[in-house]
């Protein structure tokens, strides 16, 4: 079955860094485009990264881009996202995502929060 478990959220203060790990198992990684999504406290889940099975590809939220980065080693079934000058309102759950089948599959999320 389809298993995806994040790691790597913590608490930063503003403008610190964080990368985030997301180790993939029950199909063929490297086959498969990638996504990081996050949900803040009252707010609806919003795609943050995607990135293409092969690495050629990526794409970001406006809120994020030339902070984070995706990344991905197909060798180690391992999605990443490298976080960068973090703000309070990238504060959220981080959860990684797949589309196998036409299903969609997350992982438990992994809390990341940016404060002072």
């Known amino acids: 079955q389809v298993q995806l478990v994040e790691s790597g959220g913590g608490l930063v203060q503003p403008g610190g860094s964080l990368r985030l790990s997301c180790a993939a198992s029950g199909f063929t990684f490297s086959s498969r485009p990638m996504n990081w999504y996050r949900q803040a406290p009252g707010k609806e889940r919003e795609l943050v990264a995607l990135i293409s099975s092969n690495s050629d590809y990526t794409n970001y939220a406006d809120s994020v881009k030339g902070r984070f980065t995706i990344s991905r080693d197909n060798a180690k079934n391992t999605l990443y996202l490298q976080m960068n000058s973090l703000k309070p309102e990238d504060t959220a759950v981080y959860y990684c995502?797949?589309?196998?089948?036409?299903?969609?599959?997350w992982g438990q999320g992994t809390q990341v929060t940016v404060s002072s």
């Open positions: 995502n797949v589309v196998v089948f036409f299903a969609p599959y």
